[in-house]
């Protein structure tokens, strides 16, 4: 059964691609178009799921002929291959290549009522010339050499993709409607759509640099399909001295499901940063009495504070220019790495000296950005063993 189920999965994936391509296809070559009035454009906002990669929520393009047979085609602009090598790193990287993919709307929707997941439908103010240019568009950036590019969580994505693309084929200018008492920051915003995703959120903030806090303006916030969505709702075109509504119908698409949540590692990471606090002032308290360290206990505080250093460091040489400048690589760099051999060997080593110093920094450095949950009480602990190496070593 598990093979018929691999072999099942693997059919299922190829007539998926086949439908795309042949999509692609008629969209590329057909010169017989209809009647832009029976034509819907819309752009469709998918609430969040499971999936750690569909947290923050989905936006696509609807293209619907109204006509019997006509074609309904949903435009997904987050096409990706999470299984292509080194998916991950080139995501922290800022070098992954998303591409827009077409593939039949009934198909869309079954995806998303399968998740569980609602699927809102905004169907777009549009003149039949402006149908016609988002047709020829969508068109053009199917085709091979236009349909991939260079992805970018907070600045390029598949919403501020389908926004752009929509604002081009406008005969006027799309007017937004301020928010007031609305100016969250970037880290804001992944905060509220990780509430439930502890672990999640904490990987976020362990990556997240200085440029995650500068308060945004109403454009950035739409990479967040359900801030482009409320945008959209109180927009207005403005052409030729008049206003006209951006939204003509708001409808549900596909109803909200019964979503399988999976549990993830039962404590949060604030929990066990005060399990490792609680028992890194009990060893303190121990060494202290004893006149002595633990080298297997610095060792273990040594070697995490060393590879978040080594992964923050590599942050510098992201294209995402909200994690480059990370002010907690004041304190969690790979310095504990270059000086864990002569630690284990019980060498004499300045490196406790140092630790005090980067505390103080790092103390600082909070007055400007906000830090990973929890991350202050495993720099606590290696401070309270550097202030045990000074105090044995003045004795």
């Given at each position: ?251 549900t698409a596909v109803q909200a499901g ?30 202290w009495r004893m006149r002595r360290t ?102």
């Open positions: 059964m598990k093979h018929l189920k691999i072999i099942f999965n693997a059919l299922k994936g190829v007539f998926f691609m086949l439908t795309i391509t042949c999509q692609t296809m008629v969209w590329a070559q057909d010169n017989k178009l209809p009647s832009m009035d029976s034509v819907e454009i819309s752009l469709l906002t998918c609430q969040p799921h499971d999936e750690i990669y569909s947290l923050y929520g989905h936006t696509a393009i609807r293209y619907h002929e109204l006509a019997p047979d006509g074609i309904d085609v949903a435009f997904n602009y987050g096409v990706f291959n999470y299984n292509a090598p080194f998916f991950v790193a080139r995501f922290v990287f800022g070098l992954t290549d998303y591409e827009l993919g077409a593939y039949p709307f009934h198909l869309f929707k079954k995806e998303y009522q399968q998740l569980g997941s609602m699927v809102t439908e905004q169907v777009l103010n549009l003149t039949n010339e402006e149908k016609l240019k988002l047709r020829i568009a969508l068109s053009d950036n199917l085709k091979p050499e236009n349909k991939i590019y260079r992805y970018n969580y907070f600045y390029n994505n598949c919403t501020t993709q389908a926004r752009d693309i929509i604002e081009r084929c406008v005969n006027g200018e799309v007017q937004y409607s301020e928010r007031e008492g609305y100016t969250p920051t970037y880290r804001d915003m992944v905060h509220a759509m990780t509430s439930k995703h502890p672990w999640s959120r904490f990987g976020n903030d362990l990556l997240l640099g200085i440029q995650a806090d500068i308060k945004t303006d109403i454009r950035q916030q739409e990479f967040l399909p359900n801030n482009l969505l409320y945008d959209f709702d109180h927009a207005q075109i403005y052409a030729n001295g008049t206003y006209r509504p951006l939204v003509k119908e708001r409808r019964v979503q399988i949540l999976h549990e993830g590692f039962p404590l949060t990471p604030t929990q066990c940063s005060y399990i490792l606090l609680g028992i890194g002032l009990l060893l303190f308290f121990i060494q633990f080298r297997l206990w610095e060792v273990l505080l040594m070697l995490p504070s060393g590879v978040i250093g080594i992964l923050l460091f590599l942050m510098l040489f992201s294209q995402h220019p909200t994690v480059r400048i990370n002010l907690q690589f004041l304190f969690f760099n790979p310095i504990h790495l270059i000086f864990l051999y002569p630690v284990i060997k019980g060498r004499p080593t300045r490196y406790w000296r140092v630790i005090a110093i980067l505390c103080l920094l790092f103390l600082m450095g909070a007055l400007f950005q906000s830090y990973a949950e929890g991350i202050w009480n495993l720099a606590l602990c290696l401070l309270l063993q550097s202030i045990l190496h000074i105090f044995l070593h003045k004795k």
